[in-house]
């Protein structure tokens, strides 16, 4: 329309012009028509850029300000990932994605550089959503012919980060509980460094004395402790501990109960390692004192420190909604008895977070799950659960939307955590949910296959958000 226009005002102009004139009229015909055809590209330009951020109903994407950092994984958790963020992410948020392939041939592929890569990333960017992957063993050294058996991807990510793990059931009325009463949650920060996890362990021959000894870098008195005597064979141990990793656990484990709304409890057992957990009481005392108290009690929340073994008791006979600080071998336990006290290790999330509250990676509790990934590549069907990776996306990308203040990005993720439950709770479930409920289920009748599944909750958020 544009071209016709143009060629009838410029004929019309030679018609009735000299020919200085002609080429007089006829450049300023040029220039208008020039102009006239670079807004209408301007504008065709921004309602073809309006069109693509909106979903197929038209609904607006919401626009996610800074980006998040995304790690893939391996196995069937990988192929439910790609589904999650096709089909429940994507489609709804306007979002930059940082993409860190995490799979195991990559990560040998790069010498595991792929892995400080993605761990310096989330650093840079705040937020990390990660695909459960594989800690290679011997057996998968030789499955995938790797040049070493390279270390926890989570394990290297967590040095890098120096965060506190926690660990939070997802509450579904219809899943039995072994506990009737948890009707809420209860968090588990476990302090993820040092303690048993670090020790040196040994076996001791015959008769001897076992002693300890520090000896100070700047010539200070050296510091030596008899142990034990013993009379024939025996195991020996010695553990320790940072006050700035006790430090940064603490931080950590207040933020997190500000940001939950929730009271912190510190469980050790100071009664008997006196300096040791005695060391961990202290410090988080101090802390509160110094920097937690006054936002506490302005959240109307407390912090208490009590027994393990009080605390152990407590909370089998409390409801849930608090935050429990734990000793990195307590946090190992306690978050196994938490997830299945609640009926289910599917149905649990984990959190990375750092101890200023400033850099969270959320990802799924489980593993790979690779013997339905063997069912998948033999084309056999799957009853997966999908729903502690539906669950890293979300409590990922709600920490971005509270870092970047993003009110409709908050209540998206809640919306989504929503509609999973609540897709559990009409009776559409897979197979790991359904035998909690009676020992004998079917197919169609009692759970639905993986793919199923994640229709089922497609379909109920596109309703959810009026799509």
Known sequence: ??????????TKVYKNNNAGTNNCHYNEIYNFSLRYLIKLIKSILYIWAVCITKT?????????????????????????WKFIKDKLITPYLDLDIKYYDLGIEYRDQTDDQVTID?????????????????????ARVKEFGLKQMWKSPNGTIRNILDGTVFREPIVMSNVPRLVPNWTAPIC?????????YRATDFLTKGKGKLTVKFTPEDGGPEQSYEVFNFKGDGVALTMYNTDE????????????????????????????????????????????QNDYKQKFEAAGITYEHRLIDDMVASALKWNGNFVWACKNYDGDVQSD????????????????????????????????????????????????????????????LEFRGILDKNTELINFCKALEEVCIETVESGKMTKDLA????????????????EEFLAAIDENLKKRLGK
């Open 1 to 10: 329309m544009v071209s016709v226009l143009f060629y009838k005002n410029s």
């Open 56 to 80: 197929t109903s038209g609904m607006s994407k919401i626009k996610v300000e800074n980006p998040v950092v995304e790690l893939d994984g391996d196995e069937m958790t990988r192929i439910i």
């Open 118 to 138: 993605a761990a310096n990333a989330i650093k840079q960017y705040g937020v990390g959503i990660k695909c459960a992957t594989i800690t290679p063993d011997e």
């Open 188 to 196: 588990i920060g476990r302090h993820a460094f040092g303690d048993q």
């Open 245 to 288: 990793s006790i430090k940064g656990f603490a931080h950590a484990c207040f933020n997190q109960a500000l940001m939950k709304g929730w009271p912190l409890y510190l469980s050790t057992k100071n009664t008997i390692l006196k300096k040791y957990d005695g060391r961990f009481k202290d410090i988080f005392e101090e802390i509160y």
């Open 337 to 396: 008895t938490v997830a299945q006290g609640f009926g289910s290790l599917g149905l649990m999330t984990s959190t990375l977070v750092t101890p200023d509250g400033t850099v969270m990676e959320a990802e799924a509790a489980h593993g790979t799950v690779t013997r339905h990934y063997r069912d998948h590549q033999a084309g056999k069907p799957t009853s997966t659960n999908p729903i502690a990776s539906i669950f890293a996306w979300t409590r990922g």
């Open 435 to 450: 035998i909690t409920i009676k020992p004998k289920v079917e197919h169609g009748t009692d759970y639905l296959y993986t």
